[in-house]
T-cell receptor, first 117, second 120 residues
Framework: AQKITQTQPGMFVQEKEAVTLDCTYDTSDQSYGLFWYKQPSSGEMIFLIYQGSYDEQNATEGRYSLNFQKARKSANLVISASQLGDSAMYFCAMRERLHFGNEKLTFGTGTRLTIIP | NAGVTQTPKFRILKIGQSMTLQCTQDMNHNYMYWYRQDPGMGLKLIYYSVGAGITDKGEVPNGYNVSRSTTEDFPLRLELAAPSQTSVYFC???????????????????FGPGTRLTVT
């Protein structure tokens, strides 16, 4: 069984500072993928970034980067130059194989990030 | 492109009532999913579908039913509502692709806006 752990229930960060949101995972699969989603107070789930287990480079998308340490089984999200609009819940998720070759996402419990002006 | 749409946005049900949560996507995705999100928690998979006519249970299917008669629609049915089904329900759809550089397959899931259901 796979498991995603996010140990920071909440974080407060000063605007314009960088922030790291922790995510560790547990899997016996060799091929897997890790996602980060943002959920603002309005409730929708917004895809931020993806890292494949065989990707050699850390994924980056604008101000988001993923610090992928395979041996430690960690996939931390780094947000550079934080903005007030970054205040939201952030979920780490891992894709898990199901029947028919399809997949589902197993989610962590999330980290609530609050950016302080 | 509307993406994934869900109706209704909010609903209050009495115990024992039934209802159908609607989900439609216009991206021609084969795969669709229903999740529930309880307060302060992540999402748990209820049911999923890999194409029209094919559905399968997720990790929390009890008390729910689904059908997939078309690629676009994936309704979720609650037959006898219980307080434990008070939650926010998300529908999602996904595709797969190769990244090209490392051969990774990305199954990015697109989510609908959610339906907030309260059972009293």
């Amino acid at each position: 069984a796979q498991k995603i752990t996010q140990t920071q229930p909440g974080m407060f960060v000063q605007e314009k500072e960088a922030v790291t949101l922790d995510c560790t995972y547990d899997t016996s699969d060799q091929s897997y993928g890790l996602f980060w989603y943002k959920q603002p107070s309005s409730g929708e789930m917004i895809f931020l970034i993806y890292q494949g287990s065989y990707d050699e480079q850390n994924a980056t998308e604008g101000r988001y980067s993923l610090n992928f340490q395979k041996a430690r089984k960690s996939a931390n999200l780094v947000i550079s130059a934080s903005q007030l609009g970054d205040s939201a819940m952030y979920f780490c998720a891992m894709r898990e194989r199901l029947h028919f070759g399809n997949e589902k996402l197993t989610f962590g419990t999330g980290t609530r990030l609050t950016i302080i002006p | 492109n509307a993406g994934v749409t869900q109706t209704p946005k909010f609903r209050i049900l009495k115990i024992g009532q039934s209802m159908t949560l609607q989900c439609t996507q216009d991206m021609n995705h084969n795969y669709m999913y229903w999740y529930r999100q309880d307060p302060g928690m992540g999402l748990k998979l209820i049911y999923y579908s890999v194409g029209a006519g094919i559905t399968d249970k997720g990790e929390v299917p009890n008390g729910y039913n689904v059908s997939r008669s078309t690629t676009e629609d994936f309704p979720l049915r609650l037959e006898l509502a219980a307080p434990s089904q008070t939650s926010v329900y998300f529908c999602a759809s996904s595709y797969s692709m190769n990244t090209g550089t490392s051969g990774s397959v990305i199954y990015e899931q697109y989510f609908g806006p959610g339906t907030r259901l309260t059972v009293t």
